[in-house]
């Protein structure tokens, strides 16, 4: 049986930056920041992945596309492992993911502005209105409203821009 | 292609290394603990289940686009939390039940879902009322099993925190402007919360089971989150210029009834009958 050197792990995460994340395909799983370990364990590829959404749909189709990325590199002995702890935070979100979304219509998170679900003390300012100031990703403006707390994916809320009038999704900061 | 390895089973060692001395693992739990854990796993992932269901009765009906969608998410981030907390009580019980066989192979009786969530959604006031009532009291709940003694629970606690936390922001953002709304919309607010008040004290009502998880660390006193989940109703109601019901009587805690020892309202088997049609007249189908 032929040996085949083992890649290097840095080699590896450049593959997998190559990889689309399914449901926005303009970014790769590293610039998501899922992919959360690369390392040989004897002659086994562990790739260890953290889920963004407890329920995101994507999460199996994501197992699948790294399989088969690094299958089609030469790697037979894979093993992916999910790690939930830390959770997923889009802080984990690369520079250039972040405008590769802006530009491709997606509003990137404002770190530092999650939810954290004490409304004690705030719920006077909390109906209708988003303290958050989005800018629209196609014309800049900053003159936007919120639409919904929920866009077309649990990652994402839904905007509109009052200056050219475009909906628009923003990548919300979890 | 070879088949994927199973990555939805936690990896029980990794987290056993992690574990702060003493904390209890999958490997050596006490055995007294390990009944009363499942138990509580079970009502933590069949209220997230039975919630996201009957949440997700709403796809293609709700009364405006970016509502259904709203709704359709919400469910999907309760389902997949189920996933997770299922998954974990299968583990702990050992007795090589999956998450999807504790949601599609037990029967009515076998649910410790709270009967809050198993209501009927009503209108969408009722439905977002109801959200309402749970979020503010699953956010508590969340935040302190982070700081569970045992790891397993503490870290699919911080993953559903975050979640949890958009829910509560969108379904009190509702209440408020639906109660601060139109007569008609404020009349349907003040109904709904009329009809599901009398359902909220379940959720934090202290058993047996309670008390043997809060005495090792595992999870609070469902009694001692009633503060916080009161404050935030009070101040949500008042600002959506809603009448607080005060002191009403509270099903499921008296006598043996309660859905957390499995005695339901006739609402769940019909939920049941629906979600678990497939694998009950196709047992292990798969596509």
Known sequence: MDHAPRPDPAEIWGWLSEVPDPEIPVISLTDLGIIRGVEWQDDTLVVTVTPTYSGCPATSIINLDIERALRERGIDRLRLERRLSPPWTTDWLTESGREKLRAYGIAPPIDGTAADGRLAGRVSRLAGTSNLVIACPRCGSTKTEKVSQFGSTPCKASYRCTDCLEPFDYFKCI | ?287
């Not at chain 2, 709940?141 to 925190?161: F, G, Y």
């Open chain 2, 1 to 287: 292609m070879p088949s994927l390895p199973d990555v939805m089973t936690p990896d029980v060692e990794r987290l056993a290394a992690q574990a702060p001395r003493g904390a209890p693992t999958a490997s050596h739990i006490d055995p007294h603990l390990a009944g009363p854990l499942v138990e509580f796993l079970m009502r933590t992932g069949d209220n997230a289940l039975i919630l996201g269901h009957r949440v997700s009765q709403w796809c293609g009906h709700s009364p405006a686009l970016e509502e259904d969608i709203a709704l359709a998410n919400q469910a999907l981030d309760l389902v997949g939390q189920c996933q997770l907390w299922l998954g974990l009580a299968g583990e702990v019980e050992g007795r090589g039940r999956s998450a999807d066989h504790l949601a599609y192979r037990r029967d009515a009786a076998a649910f410790r879902n709270v009967l809050l969530v198993e209501l009927p959604n009503g209108d969408f006031g009722q439905t977002l009322m109801r959200q309402f009532l749970f979020d503010a009291f699953h956010i508590e709940l969340l935040r302190a099993l982070t700081r569970s003694a045992d790891p397993r629970v503490a870290e699919i606690a911080a993953k559903a925190q975050k979640e949890v936390a958009y829910h509560l922001e969108r379904s009190a953002d509702l209440v408020i402007r639906l109660g601060d709304g139109t007569d008609e919309s404020r009349a349907r607010m003040q109904a709904a919360l009329t009809y599901l008040f009398p359902y909220t004290g379940e959720m934090m009502h202290d058993d047996a089971v309670d008390r043997a998880l809060a005495d090792a660390g595992i999870a609070p006193l469902p009694s001692s989150l009633r503060a916080d989940w009161d404050r935030t109703v009070r101040e949500v109601l008042a600002e959506a210029t809603l009448t607080h019901p005060g002191q009403t009587y509270q099903h499921g805690i008296a006598g043996q009834g309660g859905g957390k020892r499995g005695v339901h309202t006739e609402h769940l088997g019909f939920i049941l009958a629906e979600m678990q049609f497939l694998q009950r007249a196709y047992p292990d189908a798969t596509w």
